[in-house]
């Protein structure tokens, strides 16, 4: 058996339709994991469920979703029940950034990703982990981020919002101890994906950036382990590294390493 496959058949992926969701989904259908598949771009979807269907035979479900609306988890869950399944593994991965001024930034988009990297997680993690301590089984994980360790100026929000996934995962895996349901939050830092555009940085970050594939193959190699990982031995370095430095220090250096260009 696959080692993934103790914790069940099926694994739900928000933000599925590119970046680490994508990566996530195409790992888990090589496991012999099947599928739910969430994100907003219907035709993304599609096209990622067929071509994971045909290549690892497994069954791929897709529900096109707009997931900073308040009753997203809602309608996510009636859809999963009414299609009959049981969720094992739940990858909480949709997520962006923003990078600004913060009083310049939009609000509406700054509250939207509060909805999508807190409200969201807590609310399908809350409807799914009941059956999965029911069956003795499962999986849940988070994605946080390097920025979500420390106070990071002129990116606010998503500092913010990546330490909440953080502390929430580390207090879950302490709750669920002993009952077969193991959790983890991991922390990239900068990954080639498309956040780089969502968030309009051009900000150099000092540290190479780690490719989708890394962050997944990090997560399942310390899931079951422990509570949290950074993906990465450089970014554990400059995070650990950061972490002595008196706070105040950290965050003037922060702020002069991501002021708006």
């Not at 998503?158 to 983890?184: M, R």
Request: proline share 4%; hydrophobic share 45%.
């Amino acid at each position: 058996m696959n080692s993934l496959q103790r914790y069940g058949t099926t694994a739900l992926v928000t933000g599925a339709s590119s970046g680490i969701g994508m990566s996530y989904a195409r790992a888990l259908a090589k496991a012999g994991i099947n599928l739910v598949l969430i994100a907003r771009r219907e035709s993304l979807l599609n096209a990622l469920a067929t071509e994971l269907s045909r290549e690892y035979g497994i069954q791929a479900h897709t529900i096109a979703q707009d997931l900073t609306d308040a009753d997203a988890a809602d309608k996510v869950y009636e859809n999963v029940r009414q299609a009959g399944l049981e969720i094992d593994i739940l990858v909480n991965n949709a997520g962006f950034g923003s990078h600004g001024v913060f009083e310049e930034l939009d609000l509406e988009r700054e509250l939207d990703m509060i909805n999508l990297s807190c409200r969201l997680p807590v609310a399908l993690t809350h409807k799914f982990i009941g059956g999965m301590k029911q069956r003795n089984r499962g999986a849940v994980i988070f994605l946080s981020s390097v920025a979500g360790t420390m106070p990071v100026p002129y990116m606010s929000t998503y500092s913010a919002t990546k330490a909440f996934p953080l502390f929430f995962a580390q207090s879950l895996y302490g709750e669920l101890a002993d009952t077969g349901v193991d959790v983890i939050a991991v922390a990239p830092g900068d990954t080639s994906t498309e956040f780089r555009d969502t968030a309009d940085l051009d900000n150099k970050f000092p540290i190479p950036a780690r490719s989708p594939e890394d962050v997944v193959a990090t997560t399942f190699q310390a899931l079951g382990k422990k509570p949290s990982v950074i993906d990465g031995g450089a970014n554990k370095f400059s995070a650990f590294m950061m972490a002595l430095m008196p706070k105040k220090a950290l965050i003037k250096n922060n702020a002069r390493m991501w002021k708006v260009r």
